[in-house]
């Protein structure tokens, strides 16, 4: 292998042929078995790829998709419009953009969130309307980016309430589903005013479309003892709320989910109906220094792991996941958001799909709503380092698994008793897989497969791996690495 190759592994690169510096900013889908390079090298017999099913052939699944910042131009929607059907997730987040739909007082254009939102009903996907940030046309109006503080005044208020209104009313039969002001957690706002300023919007679209769908909350952070104070701050009306949001990123996604748990449990408490929805998390494809995950050297590599073990880990923990963002944003003034499915240069156009792109297509292709996750699976392993869960899709199975952590690490050294957890660790470069071994107190897999969801390939799982006894069966010498693999029923999965 030639420095260059390692070079381009390593960085995880998708290559941009010399048409995009010519100005040619349509990137095609790679739509081949191949369309995914990866060193990973499994002594195993490929039989088939994973065929990406788009919107038409999905009739629902756990997953969201972020087109946000269309409301503050930090993207452009007709660029990246197209990659949204083959992607295969039903349910779109937009914000709605107070500020640029009322430009002079009294006056609103909807014209721009129409194209969006018309153009994604036509591919068969619902648009979830998110009502934040607020308009400084108005005195005390509030601000119009992210950590920007309420509408506090009379007139800003009295305008934030008109323009909720009209946002109701103009996509009343279109859109469903509507989320509260993003983030407000930021820039010094107290539980008790998101709390009522959530109850105020939530009334109105509620007066207006009383079947809506509300997420609440959309809390930047993930924390059980806040989501307590927003929600006992709410009173009676947290029933208006059918989703409470959380945002919440960590390195290794992992590690949040025992707060998630308790937020849950939280939730239980308030208004046991509603669900939690992880509402924004995505990860770089290189090294940033501002937002999210920033100042880790990241890669398209790294990324395509962390937003599949995020998204299969939300779904093993029953919330309901969106995935941040379709495309790079030029967040004006900061510098680009890399979190993007596809690339994107500072003009806003598309110039590349990544290799998270695919590896995403490949999950929502596999993992949509016919799947059941077995709550009490007896699908486990000794090695405490890999997350595990199991779904069925009638009598046939797929497990999924990959390394999450390192080992483990000892806490309280100072006292006589050890007490040890999970040191999780980020996805990282490396493709080398070791084997592990799995039990499982049921059925034999008839026609096993082991799949790597990076790349979307199959291979045959050899018979002689499959340890069938009277207690159930054993699967050795699994191949296993920090990015998401599945032993499967072959007949369970759409292939090519």
């Not at 420095?3 to 900013?25: N, P």
């Not at 987040?93 to 002079?104: F, V």
Request: net charge neutral.
């Amino acid at each position: 292998m030639t420095m260059t190759m390692k070079a381009k592994i390593l960085l995880g690169l998708t290559v941009v042929t010399a048409s995009v510096f010519a100005g040619v900013y349509k990137v095609p889908l790679d739509t081949s078995a191949d369309r995914v390079e990866s060193p990973l090298a499994v002594n195993l017999s490929r039989v088939g790829t994973i065929r990406p099913r788009s919107t038409d052939e999905i009739a629902g699944s756990n997953w969201r998709l972020g087109c946000e910042v269309l409301d503050r131009d930090f993207a452009i929607f007709t660029e990246y419009r197209d990659y949204i059907k083959p992607l295969g997730i039903k349910i779109v987040r937009l914000q709605g953009g107070w500020a640029k739909c009322e430009k002079e007082k009294g006056k609103y254009d909807f014209a721009w969130l129409d194209q969006s939102v018309d153009y994604l009903r036509s591919q068969g996907v619902e648009s979830a309307i998110e009502t934040g940030y607020g308009n400084p046309i108005y005195e005390g109006g509030g601000g119009h980016d992210l950590g920007a503080g309420f509408p506090t005044s009379e007139e800003g208020l009295a305008g934030w309430d008109a323009w909720v209104t009209a946002l109701a009313n103009h996509f009343k039969g279109r859109v469903n589903i509507f989320l509260m002001w993003n983030e407000p957690d930021l820039g010094g706002k107290t539980p008790e005013m998101i709390a009522a300023f959530n109850v105020r919007t939530a009334k109105i679209i509620k007066r207006i479309i009383p079947e809506a769908k509300i997420a609440g909350l959309s809390l930047a952070r993930n924390s059980a003892d806040y989501l307590d104070q927003c929600l006992k701050a709410m009173g009676e009306d947290v029933n208006l709320f059918d989703w409470f949001i959380y945002h919440g990123y960590s390195p290794s996604p992992e590690s949040s989910y025992a707060i998630v748990e308790e937020q849950k449990a939280v939730l239980a408490k308030y208004n046991p109906k509603a669900r939690l929805w992880q509402g924004e998390n995505g990860c770089p494809s290189e090294m940033a220094t501002r937002f999210a995950l920033s100042r880790i050297p990241w890669s398209e590599y790294s990324q395509a792991k962390w937003d599949m073990r995020r998204m299969l880990g939300d779904l093993g923990h029953d919330v309901e996941s969106s995935v941040f963002t379709i495309c790079d944003f030029n967040h004006k003034g900061r510098e680009i958001n890399l979190k993007g499915l596809l690339r994107a240069n500072e003009s806003r156009e598309v110039i590349a799909v990544k290799r998270a792109y695919y590896a995403v297509q490949n999950v929502v292709s596999v993992f949509d709503n016919t799947l059941v996750r077995v709550k009490d699976s007896t699908f486990s392993t000794p090695d405490g380092t890999l997350a595990t869960y199991e779904y069925a899709k009638g009598e046939q199975r797929i497990f999924a698994f990959w390394v999450q952590a390192s080992g483990y690490k000892r806490i309280n050294p100072k006292q006589s008793k050890d007490e040890w957890q999970l040191e999780y660790t980020r996805p990282d470069d490396s493709f080398a897989t070791r084997p592990a071994m799995f039990k499982y107190r049921g059925a034999p897999l008839k026609d096993p497969v082991w799949v790597d969801l990076l790349t979307g390939r199959v291979y045959a799982f050899p018979a002689k791996n499959q340890l069938i006894h009277s207690d159930g069966v054993t699967f050795i010498n699994v191949p296993v690495y920090d990015s998401p693999c599945l032993l499967a029923e072959k007949g369970a999965l759409p292939l090519m």
